[in-house]
């Protein structure tokens, strides 16, 4: 914004909006073994989240997976088709820090602090670069905290 000479009685026209683009990054991560699974959409809906669903359950398809969720509303849909092989569970509202992928997404965001991408691709490749490099030990690290495992342990 700034100031544009005209003339008197002109009112200057201008784009002053700056253009936005989004990717959205859908992930499930085994806390204890870092298994971890990741998928781009472009949008965040209850569309692309039932597309992510089915993708999970075909990854895993010999297992039973719990899903952890917060309360956003895609997660919530009553239009979602859940598979048979995996059990939604949503945490308290407004209480992340309860979910292991959370301390994923924050070292990632923590990674590209200081990035000043010129383009949405070149985040992209960045953000991809460093979940490349995050092997399941790092990513069990990030999400192995004591009282989730000390909780699972007492449900078998």
Not at 56 to 75: E, K, P, Y
Not at 101 to 115: F, T, V
Request: proline letters at 5%; aromatic letters at 12%.
């Amino acid at each position: 914004m700034g100031r544009l000479l005209t003339l008197k009685g002109v009112k200057p026209h201008g784009f002053t909006q700056w253009p936005r683009d989004n990717f959205y990054l859908y992930g499930v991560i085994e806390h204890l073994t870092g298994d971890s699974y990741f998928y781009e959409y472009s949008h965040l809906d209850s569309c692309c989240f039932q597309l992510f669903i089915n993708q999970v359950s075909q990854r895993f398809a010999d297992s039973v997976v719990i899903l952890q969720m917060d309360r956003g509303r895609f997660h919530l849909s009553a239009q979602l088709d859940w598979p048979e092989n995996l059990i939604p569970i949503c945490q308290p509202a407004h209480s992340p820090e309860l979910n292991p992928i959370e301390r994923l997404w924050e070292y990632i965001k923590g990674q590209l602090r200081w990035e000043n991408c010129l383009s949405l691709d070149e985040l992209r490749q960045q953000v991809y670069a460093i979940l490349a490099q995050m092997t399941p030990t790092v990513i069990a690290s990030l999400a192995s905290w004591d009282f989730i495992i000390t909780a699972i342990s007492r449900c078998n």
